[in-house]
């Protein structure tokens, strides 16, 4: 029995051909490292990164590849946004659907003097961008909003969430992690100050790499959250002032650098728009097979509108667990069972602490792999 993976939220699976091989070249036949010296496979590896970094600013509009500043992953850029903006004293703004990459720095943050607060969301995860703009306090620093939720698929407005902020001079930063490459993301139209984002799922790459897309004003107020070593300003025991130096110490992840820049060659080709297009067929047809199923709870919405392909289902009376179990083990259907490191995001559902079993779809899924689901979901709900 093949089996069907649907865990594409928490990294995308498999990936296109080209990623392992350009790793492969790098490793085998190129090897060197970046920044630091000026031999002949050195520069070709420095116009890998460079091109890494363009194509980020050609998929999100960002004018400045300079500010296109690679991380080790979603998590480190939005450490990165959090202890860099907040002092204590400062008030930030998230919503009640943010994953543990948010809410764990500032939990942490918040013990040394920095003030958050959660922005009220629905039970299908939507946030009501008016309330948002009441939560607004004169030493608010950062609004900071996770644009489709990891748990249930719902996407955020974030349009009108840039509106409020810009109006109110408060930067607005963006977690990405489950739109990137699957919606198409303006950085200028949505009035961001940030935009982080993992290479690993929707924009394909491989894992342990990711990217921060930094605004010019917004980059010069941001305190390096780490410090080390560049190659470049080696005459200073202090960090370079120029981007994107300044937050990238220490030698880069060049394999996953290589693998990423073919990845998003590929997705480049491909374009996002497409993508959309077959996610939104296959979410269709995900919620026309679950819908009215006896035994069967879906969250978040139940619609195409404001969500992207991330689907939690509860099933009432049975351990979920078990049923993430059966499905593997009687279907060959791959899901991911529990709360998805966002307690918040299930409190906010009403499924705290049961957790619920997560399906998520991709590029690489098919038509036949999503009623493969569905039938072994009516199967499993029957108990």
């Known amino acids: 029995m ?37 031999y002949g496979p050195a520069q070709q590896a420095g116009m890998v990164v460079l091109r890494l970094r363009q194509r980020l600013c050609e998929l999100f509009r960002l004018n400045d590849p300079t500010h296109a500043v690679l991380t080790p992953g979603n998590t480190w850029g939005l450490n990165m946004l959090l202890w860099g903006a907040l002092k204590p004293g400062d008030h930030c703004l998230v919503s009640s659907m943010e994953h543990n990459a948010v809410m764990r720095p500032l939990q942490q943050l918040a013990q040394g003097g920095v003030e958050f607060d959660r922005v009220p969301c629905d039970r299908e995860g939507r946030l009501d961008p008016a309330v948002l703009e009441r939560m607004l306090r004169p030493n608010t620093r950062l609004v900071l ?22 109006a109110h001079g ?61 190659g470049s300003a080696s005459d200073t025991e202090f960090p370079p002032p120029y981007m994107p130096d300044r937050f990238e110490p220490g030698t880069p992840n060049l ?96 499924t705290f602490p049961r957790g619920t079993v997560r399906f998520s779809l991709g590029w690489f899924t098919t038509v036949e792999e999503v009623d493969r689901a569905v039938e072994a979901i009516g199967a499993v709900a029957k108990g």
């Open 145 to 166: 909003i996770a644009h489709g939720s990891n748990v249930c698929g719902t996407v955020q407005d974030a349009e009108a969430i840039g509106r409020i902020c810009a």
């Open 255 to 350: 394999p996953g650098i290589y693998g990423w820049e073919a990845a998003l060659e590929y997705l480049q080709s491909v374009t996002v728009e497409r993508v959309r297009a077959h996610d939104q067929e296959l979410t269709a047809r995900f919620l026309g097979g679950v819908r009215g199923l006896p035994g069967v709870a879906l969250l978040g919405p139940d619609s195409l509108e404001g969500r992207v392909g991330v689907f939690s289902l509860d099933f009432p009376g049975q351990d979920n667990a078990q049923v993430a179990f059966r499905l593997e083990e009687e279907f060959g259907i791959l899901t991911r069972c529990g709360l998805h490191c966002a307690p918040a995001a299930h409190r906010t559902l009403g």
């Open 170 to 230: 408060v930067p607005f930063c963006l977690d990405a992690a489950q739109t990137a490459g699957h919606l198409p993301l303006d950085f200028a139209a949505l009035g961001l100050s940030a935009l982080s984002v993992p290479g690993h799922k929707g924009l394909m790459g491989p894992q342990g790499i990711g990217a921060l897309l930094l605004r010019r004003d917004f980059a010069e107020r941001l305190v390096p959250w780490a410090n080390g070593g560049t």
């Open 2 to 38: 093949d089996a069907v993976y649907l865990d594409y939220a928490a990294t995308s699976f498999p990936k296109p051909p080209a990623v392992a091989a350009r790793m492969a070249e790098y490793v085998d036949r190129v090897g060197v490292n970046v920044n630091r010296s000026v």
